[in-house]
């Protein structure tokens, strides 16, 4: 998940498919075994059919996102909420930036860029993983998904494993003007779900420091929807007649960043 939180000694937690306390303190290896054995229906490599892979995407729909149970929403999005939302915003890219991108590639690597939290669990930089270490499981992940669980599959599994993980790679690697939307959406996202949640507890949670994540959106487009949102955001708490504890970006911080003042 995307976000800037302060550092913490928190251990990652159980159901996010993270290592324990101990495990990370010993330097203990992740493998994805080391959630797969603990499955009492685990997703069996090598096979014909696609199943297996059917059912461990089910894990996305249960998984929550880790980043707003600091806040006590313990039954908030999913992994999949997350990347269904995304997949639709980039069919919405406005025209000036969509004339130059290749909108189903975006919308595949929407919908496959979180695909190895099915196993990883959703890792926030509260949990003591290192980004070296969490990019080493995610791949890990990946290799076991594209090649072990379809790359048997009649069909055209193999092709479609070796598809889904070329589109996760290109999203990691964050070179492409395809990759560099995508990672600005998923940015703009959490944006929204912040506001959502803001609203549904009625201003008795302050989810402003979700908000500096807006300043690392790179395209204009992009940063025009998240002007929105914030403006959004700031008319909600002053309509309840009460100011956030939490110092958050305001829409013309954002405005002045992107035209490059200080």
């Not at 995610?138 to 092709?159: P, Q, R, S």
């Not at 996202?189 to 994540?213: A, P």
């Not at 959004?232 to 002045?256: D, H, Q, S, T, Y």
Request: proline share 6%; glycine share 8%.
């Amino acid at each position: 998940m995307v976000e800037i939180v302060p550092e913490t000694n928190n251990p990652p937690n159980p159901e996010s498919g993270l290592l324990s306390k101990d495990d990370v303190d010993s330097s203990a290896k992740w493998t994805p075994e080391t959630v797969l054995s603990t499955l009492p229906h685990r997703p069996e490599p090598s096979t014909p059919s696609p199943l297996p892979f059917f059912h461990l995407l089910s894990r996305l729909k249960t998984t929550k996102r880790e980043g707003w149970r600091r806040f006590s929403i313990v039954h908030g999005e999913s992994i999949a909420d997350h990347m269904y939302r995304m997949a639709i915003l980039t069919m919405l890219c406005p025209a000036s930036l969509s004339s130059r991108l290749d909108i189903p590639r975006c919308t595949r690597m929407a919908l496959v860029h979180d695909m190895a939290e099915a196993l990883v669990g959703d890792i926030t930089p509260v949990d003591g993983v290192s980004k070296p270490e969490k990019s080493r499981r995610e791949t890990e992940t990946m290799d076991f998904i594209c090649a072990g669980l379809l790359g048997g599959v009649t069909g055209g599994g193999k092709e479609a494993g070796e598809e889904m993980r070329k589109v996760w790679q290109e999203y990691e690697d964050g070179e492409t003007l395809e990759s560099k939307f995508v990672h600005d959406v998923d940015k703009m996202e959490l944006l929204l779900q912040m506001v959502e949640y803001e609203r549904e507890k009625e201003g008795k949670t302050d989810l402003g420091e979700f908000s500096w994540v807006a300043t690392k959106i790179e395209l204009p487009e992009v940063r025009q929807w998240c002007e929105e949102v914030l403006k959004e955001r700031e008319e909600f708490w002053e309509g309840i007649g009460k100011v956030p504890e939490n110092r958050a970006l305001r829409v013309g911080e954002l405005k002045e960043s992107s035209n490059g003042g200080s």
